[in-house]
């Protein structure tokens, strides 16, 4: 006889998901899908493993992400790959590999899993799943506003839009970054004897970085470090004024946060974060920005280009928190009386399926008596049972039993059945 092995745990930070927290993810992925595809963008799929350079080029190498997070190995031929750690750089890397930046502009949306070995805590895991957007070709205002406004009804369509905040920056042209990053040193080395390890070894080569550390030692010294919004220039300033007023406009509320550089390092001008209270130390739920040199960096011809990113393990612990809950609809459950109704009902279940678009008709399967039968179809959450036993074979018909209201049995023909049945689908869909 083989060894038993010892019990094998899933790998630490990545989690199952659970039929019963299926719901939640049909329901955020059908949401999110519908809506983007309902302002024109189109999905894409790139794999999970790239090359790590890759990412060390677009991230960049001086972030917590690069430097401390990626599960990097050699695959057999010693070419160094990475698990994808976030979206937006294999969006890049595709795109310019596929020529879809050429005289084009693209709207783009994935969701997938991406993995980065972080501290696992509630809402930080080694692998989570995103939601994203990518939106390539664009140089206004007009599109930056477009993905937020899209952000805003992906919350209004799950109800969260008054338990999610938007913060708001600028980080204006590199000639603008490099000038305030030289203040930033400056300030920073005025205070040196304040700075942790990370951010002493950041302050040349990435001192914009600091302003993202999650040091609460260090919080003081970020926010009187000086302001990245008085050094944006006339057109920065315009960009970013063209997107306060077009979002003031539709209603959406924001915080500006000149504080807000974002843990990677390909932003420039616009970037933003949605936080929600209800979530503890992780509490941005989605974040992105515009990143207008990348491609051309990877070897693009220019494009400018600004997209997004939402956890879906966050956005459900908000929603749990709000005590929402989402199941999968059984319309059905077929009780089997008989070993003669066995086998008729399981052409009768295959004849409802195709006549009734949308049905979901369990049918019970391993037998078991009346009773425990219809425990199990109440356990399935159906609206009704249906009743097959030698009587109903005998006069070519099925009962019927409402299991949500006090309603009696009644025994009707399978035309009837078929009629109850698209009507129970179609005020389900409502
Ligand atoms: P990010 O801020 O690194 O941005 O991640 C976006 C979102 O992914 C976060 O706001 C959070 O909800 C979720 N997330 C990140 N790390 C974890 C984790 N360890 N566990 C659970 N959830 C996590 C990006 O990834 C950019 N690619 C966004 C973007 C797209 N910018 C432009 N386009």
């Not at 926010?223 to 315009?238: H, I, T």
Request: charged content about 25%; glycine content about 8%; hydrophobic content about 35%.
């Amino acid at each position: 006889m083989r060894k038993r092995l010892t019990k094998i745990q899933a790998v630490r930070g990545m989690n199952d998901i659970l039929p019963s927290d299926s719901p939640f993810w049909h329901k955020i992925e059908s949401v999110f899908q519908r809506l983007a595809e309902s302002y024109g963008y189109q999905e894409i799929r790139t794999p999970i493993v790239e090359s790590t350079t890759l990412f060390t080029h677009a991230i960049g190498e001086l972030t917590d992400i690069v430097e401390k997070e990626m599960y990097t190995f050699s695959d057999k031929n010693g070419e160094k790959l990475s698990l994808r750690p976030e979206g937006t750089a294999s969006c890049v890397r595709a795109g310019i590999q596929h020529g879809l930046f050429y005289n084009q502009i693209q709207r783009l949306w994935y969701v997938g899993p991406m993995f980065r070995h972080e501290r696992p805590q509630k809402g930080r895991y080694r692998q989570f799943h995103q939601f994203g957007i990518e939106a390539y070709g664009f140089s206004g205002a007009d599109i930056d506003a477009e993905i937020i406004l899209l952000s805003r009804r992906l919350w209004r369509e799950l109800n969260l839009e008054e338990h999610v905040h938007l913060q708001l920056n600028s980080l204006g042209t590199l000639a603008e970054r490099n000038q305030y990053r030289e203040k930033l040193v400056e300030y920073f080395k005025d205070n040196i004897s304040l700075l942790d390890e990370d951010s002493h070894r950041r302050l040349e080569n990435n001192p914009l970085r600091i302003l993202d550390s999650k040091n609460q030692a260090m919080q003081e010294l970020i926010q009187k470090a000086p302001s990245f919004l008085d050094y944006l220039g006339s057109e920065s300033l315009s960009h970013f004024q063209q997107l306060q007023s077009l979002l003031s406009d539709n209603g959406v509320k924001f915080t500006i946060n000149p504080r807000l550089v974002r843990g990677l390092d390909y932003y420039g001008s616009t970037v933003f974060e949605w936080v929600c209270d209800h979530l503890g130390a992780q509490s941005t739920v989605c974040a992105g920005g515009r990143y207008d040199q990348l491609v051309e960096t990877h070897g693009g011809k220019p494009t400018p280009a600004i997209g997004f990113a939402g956890g879906i393990e966050r956005l459900i612990l908000i929603l749990e928190s709000l005590g929402q809950s989402y199941q999968q609809t059984v319309h059905a459950y077929l009780v089997l009386n008989s070993d003669k109704a066995t086998q008729a009902g399981i052409k009768i279940a295959e004849t409802l399926r195709q006549a009734v678009p949308g049905l979901n008709l369990v049918t019970n399967c391993g037998g078991g008596s009346y009773k425990s039968q219809f425990k199990k179809a109440d356990k399935s959450g159906a609206t009704i049972a249906l009743i097959l036993g030698d009587t109903e074979i005998g006069q070519d018909k099925i009962s019927i039993k409402p299991l949500r209201e006090d309603t009696s049995q009644q025994l009707i023909t399978i035309e009837n059945l078929i009629e109850q049945l698209t009507s129970i689908v179609n005020e389900e869909k409502r």
